[in-house]
């Protein structure tokens, strides 16, 4: 979905989008497949369209995704916390235990953050973790900011006063398929709960 109202299929292929996030350019979407089984895609052109494989993650859940640079995504899941960087997947681990219904990864500045009781911040490329208070989180995850003005979930980042991210559509059974969403931020009223 583009700020024109546009709908274009942009990537469409076996299994069912669980996360995914855009951020200057770059896209990584996490496709699901039973097993349960775990696909990391990355977009070779977001406007155009083009998802490559990139492989598949060493994970047993994956809930979530935060880009942190055009080679850097962090993915979370049950009991899972894992850096892609150039090409290697990373196993990382930080305070506590990953919980995928009430853990959030988001960004401040360039810092990341784990959203736990605690507020972890990232520090060292996840070897060292801090505590922190969050003011201004920004590029809010995969799926913290779903609407539904039609029968097609959407789900987005903010940042900037506008909501960028990619919305889910399933056209046939098991073949979803990612589309691009460009425009303005939406109201509170707008937001739902995650997943519904």
């Not at 060493?58 to 150039?86: C, F, H, N, Y």
């Not at 090409?87 to 959203?115: C, I, M, N, W, Y």
Request: glycine share 16%; charged share 25%.
């Amino acid at each position: 979905m583009y700020a024109d109202g546009g709908l274009r299929t942009v990537w469409e292929g076996p299994g069912w989008v669980r996360a995914g996030d855009l951020l200057d350019g770059a896209g990584f979407a996490v496709v699901g497949h039973p097993g349960p089984r775990f696909t990391l895609l990355r977009a070779v052109s977001v406007d155009v369209g083009g998802w490559a494989e990139l492989g598949e993650i060493p994970a047993q859940s994956v809930t979530s995704a935060l880009i942190m640079g055009p080679d850097e995504v962090w993915l979370l899941g049950a009991d899972t916390l894992i850096r892609w960087k150039a090409g290697e997947f990373e196993a990382k681990s930080a305070p506590g235990r990953r919980d995928s219904t009430r853990d959030r990864l988001f960004r401040v500045g360039d810092q990341l953050v784990l959203g736990t009781p605690r507020a972890c911040s990232c520090q060292d490329d996840g070897q060292r973790w801090g505590h922190r208070n969050v003011d201004n989180p920004t590029s809010a995850p995969w799926p913290s900011l779903p609407r539904r003005r039609s029968r097609r979930p959407r789900t987005s980042g903010a940042a900037g006063g506008r909501v960028r991210g990619v919305a889910r559509r399933r056209h046939r059974p098991g073949r979803p398929a990612l589309h691009g969403l460009d425009g303005p931020a939406f109201g509170r009223g707008d937001a739902a709960r995650p997943g519904a």
